[in-house]
């Protein structure tokens, strides 16, 4: 059973950075996509980055230039460094895994809060 388990989250002040690590516990398929969602109060969970296997990555329009999403496949972790941190990113950040055998998987969270 593969989970997904993130850390780094935090309470940051605008202006400053933080770096969210996801590691895949458990085998995954070699074909993958590794990314990051977000969840604010009272809004939807929306798409902040995703990279596949292969490198290719996709952004939020809202986070480009300012957040970077990478991956390690021999540790199957994806990281996001975050810069630039605005009030408007506070949010509980999710990791999520797509491939052949999990359509969609989840991490539990980690909140993520920028004070102005």
């Known amino acids: 059973q593969v989970q997904l388990v993130e850390s780094g989250g935090g309470s940051v002040q605008s202006g400053g950075s933080l770096r969210l690590s996801c590691a895949a516990s458990?085998?995954?398929?070699?074909?993958?996509?590794m990314g990051w969602y977000r969840q604010a109060p009272g809004k939807q969970r929306e798409l902040v980055a995703v990279i596949s296997s292969g490198g290719s990555t996709n952004y939020a329009n809202s986070v480009k230039g300012r957040f970077t999403i990478s991956r390690d496949i021999a540790k199957n972790t994806v990281y996001l460094l975050m810069n630039s941190l605005k009030p408007e990113d506070t949010a509980v950040y999710y990791c999520n895994l797509r491939d052949y055998y999990h359509p969609e998987l989840w991490g539990q969270g980690t909140q993520v809060t920028v004070s102005s």
């Open positions: 458990g085998t995954t398929a070699s074909i993958n996509t």
